[in-house]
């Protein structure tokens, strides 16, 4: 144990079931070892189970599982390795000391899945001890990857307005006074795009009128459901149709309409649209605008509003970035 306490304070993730405390070196000016256990089943679920390995876990760290005020604000001196020292490529998805969150995907090879493997995460480690981030991913299918790290939100193949998130809802249509909205219904893509698609007809009589499409990312029914979606890379989908179209992260609960969004025009022919946190307006108020920060712990809808035309579609909409365990209730 000496010599592990030699690597300053640290977290270590294993398997089993207790917690401990263990005193360090008197260099670490009466600093603790930190120590939690948890299974490495606890950080792959069944359905990230790889049909072939290496593969990619995902570590959530929060005011209940990490104390962020032991930590630099950019985790800079955060480190991944193995109990023999050895470093384990891993990326830092985000890192937000304020908020208390954090997000690191570590890579996981044949040999530490098998039953009984342990790893260490730390921290207060010098750069020497930090490994290569962009290892994490490397010779890993863009398929298995697509599946670790991505959600469909929906494709609109199965017949059904409901959505293919793990909590599936339906999707929704509505408008503002002085604004009218079709059902919201599946239909052929058209316009040169095999399949179906999502679609309202509508017309807006008066400025600041609207239409939208919409989902909630979990079942209604009862408080509203908020999802954390901080490690968002990108959200992807397929638009046409007429008018301005503004897309908007929201967090809806009773009396709050708050939001993230931007703001496009739509064409008669299909556009594959890519918005990452980054092209989100900068909080300003407008409409509930309280910008991504503040929003992406929360988010509870997903939204398409439109505005001066008279239809939309909308097709194979993708979050990037998350996973499906960010989407359970």
Known sequence: MRGFALLGTALLFALGCENERIAGNSSETENTLAAKTLSVDSLLPGWSRPQRSPTVATIRLDSTNFDFSEVDSAGDEVAVQKLDSTPIPFEMVYWNKAAALGRIEVRIDTQMLKSGSRFQLLWRQKAAVRSNPTATWAAIPDSQK??????????????SLRNRLPDSAYWYASSSEDATNSAAALAAAGAGRAGTALRIAYTTK????YAQIGTTLGAT?????????????????WVRGSGAISIAFDYLVPSTDHKAWTHST???AWRR???????????????????????CNRVTNLSFIVSGGTQLWIDDVRFHGVNRDDLKR
């Open 206 to 209: 008066a400025a600041g009128a």
């Open 221 to 237: 029914g009862g408080a509203a459901k908020t999802y954390g979606l901080c490690s968002l890379d990108s959200l992807v989908l």
């Open 266 to 268: 739509l064409d008669t």
């Open 273 to 295: 649209v890519r918005i990452r946190p980054q092209d989100l307006d900068t909080a300003d108020g407008v409409g509930g605008n309280i910008g991504w920060n503040n929003v």
């Open 146 to 159: 697509l599946a670790l790290k991505s959600v469909l939100v929906d494709d609109f193949e199965r017949g």
